[in-house]
C-alpha cells in the first residue's frame, strides 16, 4: 500500500523557520519525483516545490531563495526547509508521488505573531 506520512508542521512567529519531512513507503521511493504542494482556506492548491530522480530541483517564485526540498532515499523521505516565513505561507502542506499519483495527508503550518 503506497502511503506518504507527512510531519514537521505547526505555529511560527514571520520570520522563522520550519522543516517537513514526508516519509514514504509502498513503493520505490528513489525512483519517483516528489512534489511539495500547498493549500490556503479558500485558495487552489499549488505547487511549491519539486526534486526529481536526479535531484533537479524546482521552486515556485514566491519561495525561491526562502525554501530548500531535498531528499534522503536511504530513509524514504523528502524534507521541506523553510525559512524567513511570511504570513502568506500559511497553509496545509502535502506531499506527492509523482510516480504513484498519491498524496500524504497533509500537515499545517500556520505563520502568526
Known amino acids: 500500500q503506497v502511503q506518504l506520512v507527512e510531519s514537521g508542521g505547526g505555529l511560527v512567529q514571520p520570520g522563522g523557520s520550519l522543516k517537513l519531512s514526508c516519509v514514504a513507503s509502498?513503493?520505490?521511493?528513489?525512483?519517483?519525483?516528489m512534489n511539495w504542494y500547498r493549500q490556503a482556506p479558500g485558495k487552489q492548491r499549488e505547487l511549491v516545490a519539486l526534486?526529481?530522480?536526479?535531484?533537479?530541483?524546482h521552486y515556485v517564485d514566491s519561495v525561491k531563495g526562502r525554501f530548500t526540498i531535498s531528499r534522503d532515499n536511504a530513509k524514504d523521505t523528502v524534507y521541506l526547509q523553510m525559512n524567513s516565513l511570511k504570513t502568506e505561507d500559511t497553509a496545509v502542506y502535502y506531499c506527492?508521488?509523482?510516480?504513484?499519483?498519491?498524496w500524504g495527508q497533509g500537515t499545517q503550518v500556520t505563520v502568526s505573531s
Open positions: 509502498g513503493f520505490i521511493f528513489s525512483a519517483s519525483d
Open positions: 506527492y508521488t509523482v510516480l504513484r499519483g498519491v
Open positions: 526534486i526529481t530522480r536526479g535531484r533537479s530541483t
